[in-house]
Protein backbone atom coordinates (compact mmCIF):
# COMPACT_ATOMS: atom_id res chain seq x y z
CA UNK A 1 0.00 0.00 0.00
CA UNK A 2 0.97 3.92 -0.47
CA UNK A 3 1.63 5.24 3.09
CA UNK A 4 3.21 8.69 4.36
CA UNK A 5 5.95 7.68 6.70
CA UNK A 6 8.65 9.62 8.58
CA UNK A 7 12.15 7.54 9.47
CA UNK A 8 13.17 10.78 11.58
CA UNK A 9 11.88 13.33 13.73
CA UNK A 10 11.83 16.74 12.42
CA UNK A 11 10.27 19.41 10.00
CA UNK A 12 7.50 18.63 7.26
CA UNK A 13 10.36 17.24 4.88
CA UNK A 14 10.50 14.27 7.03
CA UNK A 15 7.23 12.77 5.72
CA UNK A 16 7.87 10.82 2.85
CA UNK A 17 5.38 8.57 0.72
CA UNK A 18 6.13 5.22 -0.18
CA UNK A 19 4.90 1.84 -0.40
CA UNK A 20 5.02 -0.35 2.66
CA UNK A 21 3.90 -3.46 3.41
CA UNK A 22 -0.16 -3.97 4.18
CA UNK A 23 -0.52 -3.44 8.33
CA UNK A 24 -1.62 -6.96 9.62
CA UNK A 25 -4.73 -7.39 11.47
CA UNK A 26 -4.32 -9.14 14.46
CA UNK A 27 -7.39 -10.73 16.81
CA UNK A 28 -10.16 -8.37 17.57
CA UNK A 29 -8.75 -5.78 15.22
CA UNK A 30 -10.09 -4.73 11.56
CA UNK A 31 -8.49 -3.46 8.17
CA UNK A 32 -10.12 -0.31 7.04
CA UNK A 33 -9.51 0.77 4.00
CA UNK A 34 -9.18 4.34 4.51
CA UNK A 35 -10.70 7.55 2.54
CA UNK A 36 -9.71 10.41 4.42
CA UNK A 37 -8.02 10.93 7.45
CA UNK A 38 -7.85 14.78 9.26
CA UNK A 39 -4.62 15.65 10.58
CA UNK A 40 -4.02 17.12 14.07
CA UNK A 41 -1.59 19.22 15.96
CA UNK A 42 -0.98 16.01 17.65
CA UNK A 43 0.57 15.28 14.20
CA UNK A 44 2.66 17.79 14.14
CA UNK A 45 4.08 17.32 17.42
CA UNK A 46 4.75 13.47 16.83
CA UNK A 47 6.64 14.50 13.64
CA UNK A 48 8.98 17.02 15.78
CA UNK A 49 9.63 14.12 18.88
CA UNK A 50 7.32 14.44 21.77
CA UNK A 51 9.60 14.31 24.48
CA UNK A 52 9.86 10.63 25.96
CA UNK A 53 7.55 9.35 23.15
CA UNK A 54 9.02 5.79 22.04
CA UNK A 55 7.90 5.56 18.33
CA UNK A 56 9.21 2.48 16.06
CA UNK A 57 10.22 3.88 13.08
CA UNK A 58 9.00 4.13 10.29
CA UNK A 59 6.04 5.77 11.38
CA UNK A 60 2.91 6.41 10.38
CA UNK A 61 0.98 9.35 11.65
CA UNK A 62 -2.87 10.16 11.90
CA UNK A 63 -5.35 9.73 14.50
CA UNK A 64 -8.75 10.69 12.44
CA UNK A 65 -9.79 8.01 10.28
CA UNK A 66 -12.81 7.09 8.20
CA UNK A 67 -13.34 4.35 5.55
CA UNK A 68 -14.78 0.71 4.46
CA UNK A 69 -13.59 -2.35 6.72
CA UNK A 70 -11.85 -4.70 4.32
CA UNK A 71 -10.80 -7.48 6.41
CA UNK A 72 -11.32 -8.58 10.05
CA UNK A 73 -9.16 -9.95 12.16
CA UNK A 74 -10.37 -13.39 14.21
CA UNK A 75 -13.02 -12.86 17.23
CA UNK A 76 -14.41 -10.15 15.81
CA UNK A 77 -18.42 -10.45 16.12
CA UNK A 78 -19.57 -6.83 15.50
CA UNK A 79 -17.80 -5.76 12.66
CA UNK A 80 -18.58 -7.25 9.19
CA UNK A 81 -16.35 -6.40 5.90
CA UNK A 82 -17.95 -3.54 3.64
CA UNK A 83 -18.68 -1.61 6.83
CA UNK A 84 -18.31 2.34 6.60
CA UNK A 85 -17.20 3.29 9.67
CA UNK A 86 -15.90 6.08 11.82
CA UNK A 87 -12.63 5.31 13.85
CA UNK A 88 -12.76 6.58 17.77
CA UNK A 89 -9.21 7.62 17.96
CA UNK A 90 -8.17 6.67 21.64
CA UNK A 91 -6.75 3.38 21.87
CA UNK A 92 -7.64 2.02 25.75
CA UNK A 93 -7.11 -1.82 27.66
CA UNK A 94 -10.59 -2.31 27.67
CA UNK A 95 -9.94 -4.24 30.98
CA UNK A 96 -8.77 -1.86 33.92
CA UNK A 97 -10.97 -0.68 36.52
CA UNK A 98 -11.18 2.90 35.16
CA UNK A 99 -11.98 0.95 31.48
CA UNK A 100 -14.74 -1.05 33.17
CA UNK A 101 -16.22 2.29 34.45
CA UNK A 102 -16.57 4.14 31.79
CA UNK A 103 -13.59 6.11 31.76
CA UNK A 104 -11.42 4.44 29.20
CA UNK A 105 -10.13 8.43 28.89
CA UNK A 106 -8.23 7.27 32.16
CA UNK A 107 -7.09 3.90 31.69
CA UNK A 108 -3.25 3.69 32.22
CA UNK A 109 -2.62 2.12 28.47
CA UNK A 110 -4.71 5.47 27.34
CA UNK A 111 -3.31 6.91 23.98
CA UNK A 112 -3.73 7.88 20.31
CA UNK A 113 -4.11 6.19 17.36
CA UNK A 114 -1.21 7.59 15.64
CA UNK A 115 0.90 8.89 17.75
CA UNK A 116 2.88 5.58 18.89
CA UNK A 117 0.77 3.20 17.19
CA UNK A 118 0.32 3.32 13.08
CA UNK A 119 -2.34 5.48 11.73
CA UNK A 120 -4.60 6.61 9.03
CA UNK A 121 -1.75 8.76 6.88
CA UNK A 122 -2.28 5.60 4.42
CA UNK A 123 -4.35 3.31 2.19
CA UNK A 124 -4.91 1.06 4.71
CA UNK A 125 -4.43 1.08 8.59
CA UNK A 126 -5.48 -1.78 11.62
CA UNK A 127 -7.33 -0.59 14.06
CA UNK A 128 -9.46 -2.20 17.45
CA UNK A 129 -12.93 -3.53 16.16
CA UNK A 130 -13.99 -1.82 19.11
CA UNK A 131 -12.81 1.38 17.66
CA UNK A 132 -15.63 1.19 14.66
CA UNK A 133 -18.68 3.71 14.81
CA UNK A 134 -21.22 3.43 12.91
CA UNK A 135 -20.83 5.68 9.63
CA UNK A 136 -22.32 9.18 10.48
CA UNK A 137 -24.03 8.65 6.41
CA UNK A 138 -25.33 12.03 6.20
CA UNK A 139 -21.52 13.13 5.38
CA UNK A 140 -18.81 13.01 2.98
CA UNK A 141 -15.76 11.13 3.78
CA UNK A 142 -13.93 14.66 3.70
CA UNK A 143 -15.96 16.11 6.39
CA UNK A 144 -16.35 12.79 8.62
CA UNK A 145 -12.81 12.72 9.05
CA UNK A 146 -12.63 16.47 10.38
CA UNK A 147 -14.41 15.17 13.28
CA UNK A 148 -13.33 12.73 15.25
CA UNK A 149 -10.56 13.98 17.51
CA UNK A 150 -11.72 17.70 18.00
CA UNK A 151 -15.16 17.18 18.47
CA UNK A 152 -14.75 14.55 20.76
CA UNK A 153 -11.77 16.47 22.86
CA UNK A 154 -14.06 20.06 22.61
CA UNK A 155 -17.22 17.91 24.23
CA UNK A 156 -15.05 15.90 27.16
CA UNK A 157 -13.66 19.67 27.70
CA UNK A 158 -16.93 21.68 27.74
CA UNK A 159 -19.11 18.68 29.35
CA UNK A 160 -16.97 16.28 30.80
CA UNK A 161 -14.92 18.76 32.79
CA UNK A 162 -15.85 22.52 32.88
CA UNK A 163 -19.99 21.20 32.87
CA UNK A 164 -20.29 24.45 31.20
CA UNK A 165 -24.34 25.83 31.76
CA UNK A 166 -27.07 27.37 29.68
CA UNK A 167 -26.58 31.40 29.98
CA UNK A 168 -23.01 31.06 31.21
CA UNK A 169 -20.48 32.75 28.96
CA UNK A 170 -17.89 30.87 27.55
CA UNK A 171 -14.47 32.40 26.18
CA UNK A 172 -13.44 30.13 22.95
CA UNK A 173 -9.51 30.58 22.20
CA UNK A 174 -8.14 29.90 18.68
CA UNK A 175 -11.83 29.85 16.47
CA UNK A 176 -9.58 29.48 13.07
CA UNK A 177 -8.56 25.96 14.73
CA UNK A 178 -10.38 22.52 14.37
CA UNK A 179 -10.97 22.36 18.10
CA UNK A 180 -12.34 26.19 18.28
CA UNK A 181 -14.69 25.65 15.62
CA UNK A 182 -15.79 22.60 17.49
CA UNK A 183 -16.25 24.33 20.90
CA UNK A 184 -18.01 26.61 19.36
CA UNK A 185 -20.96 25.37 18.41
CA UNK A 186 -21.19 22.63 21.23
CA UNK A 187 -20.76 25.59 23.46
CA UNK A 188 -23.39 27.68 21.46
CA UNK A 189 -25.74 24.29 21.65
CA UNK A 190 -25.60 23.98 25.43
CA UNK A 191 -26.78 27.39 25.60
CA UNK A 192 -24.08 29.67 26.40
CA UNK A 193 -23.20 32.88 25.47
CA UNK A 194 -20.02 32.44 22.90
CA UNK A 195 -17.26 35.07 22.92
CA UNK A 196 -14.17 33.86 20.56
CA UNK A 197 -10.84 34.73 19.67
CA UNK A 198 -8.88 34.64 16.49
CA UNK A 199 -5.89 36.30 14.82
CA UNK A 200 -7.55 37.76 11.59
CA UNK A 201 -11.01 38.53 9.94
CA UNK A 202 -11.87 35.64 8.12
CA UNK A 203 -11.54 33.66 10.97
CA UNK A 204 -13.46 36.05 13.29
CA UNK A 205 -15.95 35.72 10.62
CA UNK A 206 -15.99 31.99 10.76
CA UNK A 207 -16.53 32.39 14.49
CA UNK A 208 -19.96 34.31 14.11
CA UNK A 209 -21.44 31.77 11.73
CA UNK A 210 -20.85 29.31 13.50
CA UNK A 211 -22.59 30.90 16.62
CA UNK A 212 -20.11 33.29 18.74
CA UNK A 213 -22.13 36.47 19.46
CA UNK A 214 -18.84 38.38 20.60
CA UNK A 215 -15.42 37.87 18.70
CA UNK A 216 -12.28 39.61 20.11
CA UNK A 217 -9.31 39.24 17.64
CA UNK A 218 -6.07 38.22 19.89
CA UNK A 219 -3.79 40.10 17.22
CA UNK A 220 -4.84 43.62 18.04
CA UNK A 221 -6.72 42.93 21.13
CA UNK A 222 -5.90 42.51 25.00
CA UNK A 223 -7.76 39.57 25.40
CA UNK A 224 -8.49 39.94 29.61
CA UNK A 225 -9.74 43.71 28.77
CA UNK A 226 -11.65 43.01 25.96
CA UNK A 227 -13.84 40.24 27.74
CA UNK A 228 -13.76 42.49 30.33
CA UNK A 229 -15.48 45.26 28.62
CA UNK A 230 -18.10 42.56 26.41
CA UNK A 231 -18.78 41.16 30.26
CA UNK A 232 -19.49 44.52 31.76
CA UNK A 233 -16.39 43.51 34.15
CA UNK A 234 -17.59 40.50 34.86
CA UNK A 235 -16.12 37.99 33.14
CA UNK A 236 -16.57 34.45 31.86
CA UNK A 237 -17.73 31.51 33.89
CA UNK A 238 -15.63 29.43 31.17
CA UNK A 239 -12.79 29.70 28.96
CA UNK A 240 -12.03 26.51 26.79
CA UNK A 241 -7.84 27.23 26.30
CA UNK A 242 -5.52 25.06 23.83
CA UNK A 243 -2.86 27.07 23.59
CA UNK A 244 -0.42 28.05 26.52
CA UNK A 245 2.14 30.57 27.79
CA UNK A 246 1.07 34.00 28.12
CA UNK A 247 -2.35 33.71 26.49
CA UNK A 248 -3.23 31.47 29.14
CA UNK A 249 -2.09 33.94 31.95
CA UNK A 250 -4.70 36.11 29.70
CA UNK A 251 -7.23 33.20 29.97
CA UNK A 252 -6.90 33.05 33.78
CA UNK A 253 -7.36 36.68 34.12
CA UNK A 254 -10.67 36.74 32.13
CA UNK A 255 -12.55 34.50 34.26
CA UNK A 256 -15.72 35.47 36.34
CA UNK A 257 -15.64 34.29 40.29
CA UNK A 258 -15.82 30.87 40.45
CA UNK A 259 -15.10 30.99 36.91
CA UNK A 260 -13.60 27.50 35.51
CA UNK A 261 -11.14 27.23 32.97
CA UNK A 262 -10.22 23.93 30.70
CA UNK A 263 -7.09 23.16 28.43
CA UNK A 264 -5.96 20.85 26.02
CA UNK A 265 -2.77 22.06 25.17
CA UNK A 266 0.21 24.69 24.37
CA UNK A 267 0.96 25.00 21.36
CA UNK A 268 2.44 28.45 21.89
CA UNK A 269 4.19 27.12 25.28
CA UNK A 270 3.98 25.00 28.00
CA UNK A 271 4.99 27.19 30.54
CA UNK A 272 2.91 29.93 31.94
CA UNK A 273 2.98 32.13 35.48
CA UNK A 274 0.03 32.06 37.58
CA UNK A 275 -1.56 34.75 40.16
CA UNK A 276 -2.35 32.99 43.23
CA UNK A 277 -4.06 35.86 44.07
CA UNK A 278 -6.27 35.58 41.68
CA UNK A 279 -6.75 31.61 41.63
CA UNK A 280 -7.86 31.82 45.58
CA UNK A 281 -9.49 35.15 45.49
CA UNK A 282 -11.83 34.22 42.19
CA UNK A 283 -12.26 30.51 43.80
CA UNK A 284 -11.40 30.10 40.39
CA UNK A 285 -10.96 26.23 38.78
CA UNK A 286 -8.08 25.33 36.74
CA UNK A 287 -8.85 22.23 34.75
CA UNK A 288 -6.55 19.70 32.44
CA UNK A 289 -8.02 17.88 29.70
CA UNK A 290 -6.85 15.30 26.93
CA UNK A 291 -9.48 13.70 24.57
CA UNK A 292 -12.47 11.85 25.69
CA UNK A 293 -14.54 8.77 26.50
CA UNK A 294 -15.89 6.14 24.55
CA UNK A 295 -19.40 7.21 25.58
CA UNK A 296 -18.71 11.25 24.67
CA UNK A 297 -17.54 9.78 21.44
CA UNK A 298 -21.32 8.07 21.09
CA UNK A 299 -23.10 11.35 22.37
CA UNK A 300 -21.36 13.55 19.96
CA UNK A 301 -22.28 11.04 16.72
CA UNK A 302 -25.48 11.46 17.71
CA UNK A 303 -25.65 15.45 17.74
CA UNK A 304 -23.72 14.93 14.27
CA UNK A 305 -26.08 12.97 12.73
CA UNK A 306 -28.97 15.42 13.91
CA UNK A 307 -27.31 18.16 12.25
CA UNK A 308 -26.90 19.85 15.34
CA UNK A 309 -23.01 19.93 15.10
CA UNK A 310 -20.79 20.37 11.91
CA UNK A 311 -17.34 19.55 11.22
CA UNK A 312 -15.38 22.37 9.85
CA UNK A 313 -12.87 21.57 6.52
CA UNK A 314 -10.34 24.29 5.47
CA UNK A 315 -8.93 22.09 2.44
CA UNK A 316 -8.58 18.62 1.43
CA UNK A 317 -5.07 17.18 0.03
CA UNK A 318 -3.48 14.33 -1.39
CA UNK A 319 -1.24 12.15 1.10
CA UNK A 320 1.42 13.22 -1.72
CA UNK A 321 1.02 16.40 -0.71
CA UNK A 322 1.11 15.88 3.32
CA UNK A 323 3.74 18.24 3.65
CA UNK A 324 2.40 20.86 2.19
CA UNK A 325 -0.48 19.99 4.51
CA UNK A 326 1.95 19.86 7.40
CA UNK A 327 3.32 23.56 6.65
CA UNK A 328 -0.44 24.83 5.96
CA UNK A 329 -1.02 24.27 9.92
CA UNK A 330 2.33 25.47 11.20
CA UNK A 331 1.62 28.79 9.48
CA UNK A 332 -1.43 29.08 10.97
CA UNK A 333 -3.81 29.78 7.59
CA UNK A 334 -6.05 26.80 8.09
CA UNK A 335 -9.91 27.79 8.81
CA UNK A 336 -10.85 24.04 10.69
CA UNK A 337 -9.57 21.06 9.36
CA UNK A 338 -6.51 19.96 7.01
CA UNK A 339 -7.48 16.35 5.14
CA UNK A 340 -5.44 14.05 3.54
CA UNK A 341 -7.34 11.41 0.59
CA UNK A 342 -5.23 8.54 -0.54
Known sequence: ?????????????????????????????VLVEVKACGINHLDLWVRKGLPGLEVQMPHILGSDVVGIVSRIGEAV????????????????????????????????????????????????VAVPAAN???????????????????????????????????GEDCLVIGAGSGVGSAAIQIARM??????ATAGNEPKLELARRLGASETIDHSKEDIAQAVRALTAKKGVEVVFEHVGGAVFEKCVASLARGG????????????????????????????GSWMGRRSEMAEVLGHIREGRLEPVVDSVLPLAEARRA???????????????VP
Open 260 to 287: RLVTCGATAGNRATLDLDLLFGRQLSLL
Open 1 to 29: MKAVVLDRFGGPEVLELREVADPPCGPGE
Open 132 to 166: CFPYPERLEWERAAALPLVFLTAWHMLVGRAALQA
Open 77 to 124: PDVQPGERVLVNPTLSCGQCSQCRAGNDNLCRSHDVLGRRRNGGYAEK
Open 190 to 195: LGARVI
Open 326 to 340: HQRIEDRRQMGKVVL
